[in-house]
């Protein structure tokens, strides 16, 4: 691994092994602030908090099964501070890429117009993500309503450069979030976005889009106490790795199952909510034993989008390579010029699940 460079998923198993009782913690501060800031996996887990719940402005939109085509994931917020080469006329002869998920660090907006406007051109369907990598996996709601308010600021400039969905936030809330809170605070962000964006709002499910059962019962109101996630045009999104661990098995009878490797049972369960699902996020490179490719492949037979990660932009954690699907990792824009970029190792693992 080559600083400051690290890859998004270190985090993954380190939250499936403090639920083993088997972290070690000092771990966790091994890092510096540098590394952590291309991590997706940037501090440890919070216990839930009391919940706040708003009334909201409700949009109903019939659940369809199939959000957009499959596609990829980028990052390019860590490289040349962000003013990078994307690899557009490579990535055009891979066909089967139809949708592109464009993970945005709040302090990329200028850089993202263009990002936004290439992916356009080139026809693909966008998803943009608020992405802050200080606060992945927080269950604290001024974080969640930090990317809630960016949107509302920065919507109408990166929108103007192309259409596309709004993943509200990546991976905000941890394996230890409610299904209160988490419907709770979405209420409120959600509002907030619907100010400027009146489509379908993706949502991760919390613990790194893995408790798959948090976010269904937060839509349908089971062991909340009422409180549901009120906005129907919402779609909720997994992300599934070797690492992947769900510990709150709370089902619609109110029985709770021990904590566990997802299954396909937990995709199955998340369905259950009635709205859009799909996966954000794959990949095989981190430590664990869930069976991703499966999961995936399940998903997939669902009609779900899947995403693959990622064209570019990991970067690696020292163990594992760094999963992108080019090589190098993105290099620096010129205007009027494409760098030759060329298909990883990696690639297939990607691109045969697509």
């Known amino acids: 691994m080559l600083y400051p460079y690290i890859n998004k998923h270190l985090m993954k198993p380190m939250m499936k092994l403090l639920f083993n009782k088997k972290a ?40 369809v099964a199939t959000l957009a085509g499959n596609g990829v994931n980028l990052q390019p917020s860590y490289y040349s501070s962000g003013n990078v080469d994307l690899g557009f006329p490579l990535m055009k002869q891979q066909t089967k890429i139809k949708t592109l998920r464009i993970e ?83 209420n409120q962000a959600i509002t907030i976005v619907r100010t ?16 798959t059962y948090v976010a269904a019962n937060a839509v349908l109101g089971i062991g909340t106490g009422g409180v549901k996630i009120t906005d129907t045009n919402i779609a909720l999104s997994a992300h599934i790795y070797p690492g992947n661990y769900v510990g709150q098995h709370v089902n619609s009878s109110g029985q709770f199952g021990s904590g566990g490797n997802m299954v396909t049972a937990d995709l199955a369960y998340m369905a259950t909510s009635g709205r859009t699902c799909l996966v954000g996020e794959f990949g095989n490179g981190t430590n664990g034993t869930a069976d991703w490719s499966g999961l995936v492949d399940y998903a997939k037979s669902k009609s779900w989008t899947i995403l693959g990660w990622s064209w570019a932009g990991d970067g690696g954690d020292g163990v594992h390579a760094p999963m ?22 990696y690639f297939n693992m990607v691109y045969d699940k697509l």
């Open 324 to 345: 992108n699907m080019i090589s190098p990792n993105f290099q620096p824009y010129t205007a009027g010029t494409n760098y030759p970029y060329t298909l990883s190792a």
């Open 196 to 211: 400027v964006y009146p489509g379908t709002i993706i949502i991760d499910a919390p613990g790194y889009g893995q408790e």
């Open 104 to 186: 945005i660090e709040p302090t990329q907006v200028n850089n993202a117009i263009r990002w936004i406007k290439e992916a356009s051109d080139n026809g693909y369907t966008i998803i943009c993500t608020y992405h802050k990598a200080a606060v992945l996996g927080s269950d604290n709601l001024s974080d969640l309503l930090d990317g809630a308010n960016w949107w509302k600021t920065n919507y109408a400039a990166l929108s103007a450069s192309g259409k596309f969905y709004i993943n509200l936030m990546n991976e905000w809330g941890s394996h230890n979030l409610t299904a209160t809170n988490y419907a709770g605070y979405y």
């Open 24 to 63: 070690i913690a000092c771990v966790l501060f091994a890092f510096s602030f540098l590394l952590i800031c291309c991590s997706k996996k940037t501090s440890d887990e919070v216990s839930a908090q009391t919940t706040t719940t708003t009334t909201t402005t409700t949009t109903t939109t019939p659940a």
